[in-house]
């Protein structure tokens, strides 16, 4: 898999999203087939289908780490979340920005590289 958006390299050690395509993710080195949730120190396979499906219970990978954003990349195209994930997610201190993966991976890099508390977690496209 080519790297999509290179010039997106954090600086503080984070977690890089280097690459996309139908099957997955590539996040510094390491592919991850299907979905993948990336925190401000480590990438973990996040194994959720459908935004249909998901509930708060399917962030519990993030832990004690330091998030104020949760980019949720909704697979190829952006779908919304239900109120109920965003309201149980805000009730964690998460804020939920929803966009399609291929935008939300883009915009990890920017907001990590700036030293934002952020997250992504990317659906398949």
Known sequence: MAPRFEQQVPTGGEPVIQGYDRGGFRVSGQRYEGGVLVTPTRAVAWP?????????????????????????????????????????????????EPMDSKAAARTYGILAGEGRLVAAALLPL
């Open 48 to 96: 959720i289908a459908t935004l249909d499906d998901m509930t708060a219970a399917d962030f519990d990978a993030i832990g004690d780490e330091a998030v104020e954003v949760i980019l949720l990349g909704t697979g190829a195209t952006l779908r919304r979340p239900t109120k109920a994930l965003v309201e149980a997610l805000r009730e964690r201190g998460y804020a939920v």
